[in-house]
Nanobody, 116 residues
Framework: QVQLVESGGGLVQAGGSLRLSCLAT????????MGWYRQAPGKQRELVAG???????NYADSVKGRFTISRDNAKKTVYLQMSSLKPEDTAVYYC??????????WGQGTQVTVSS
């Protein structure tokens, strides 16, 4: 069974940086598109960034230029480097991977809190 294990969340001041990691564990030989969503209190879950197996990346307008998504297929890991963090970036960040039928498997989430 495949599980997504997230790490790297925490509390930082505005303007700081944080790197999130998502490791796919278990017996899996190929990973399709992966990425990150986030959900702030009272808000709907929104796509932050996605990256295809060919490393083509896309970003939400709100994070473009500040966040960078990358993947290491050998390590079965996806990263989200977050810089110039703002209080509005505060949310639970969820890693996902695409599976058959365009469904998504989710990690448990990691809290990112940015203080002003």
């Amino acid at each position: 069974q495949v599980q997504l294990v997230e790490s790297g969340g925490g509390l930082v001041q505005a303007g700081g940086s944080l790197r999130l990691s998502c490791l796919a564990t278990g017996s899996i030989f190929f990973l399709n598109t992966m990425g990150w969503y986030r959900q702030a209190p009272g808000k709907q879950r929104e796509l932050v960034a996605g990256i295809t197996k060919a490393s083509n990346a896309n970003y939400a307008d709100s994070v473009k230029g500040r966040f960078t998504i990358s993947r290491d297929n050998a390590k079965k890991t996806v990263y989200l480097q977050m810089s110039s963090l703002k209080p509005e970036d505060t949310a639970v960040y969820y890693c996902y991977r695409e599976i058959v039928g365009n469904e998504k498997q989710w990690g448990q989430g990691t809290q990112v809190t940015v203080s002003s």
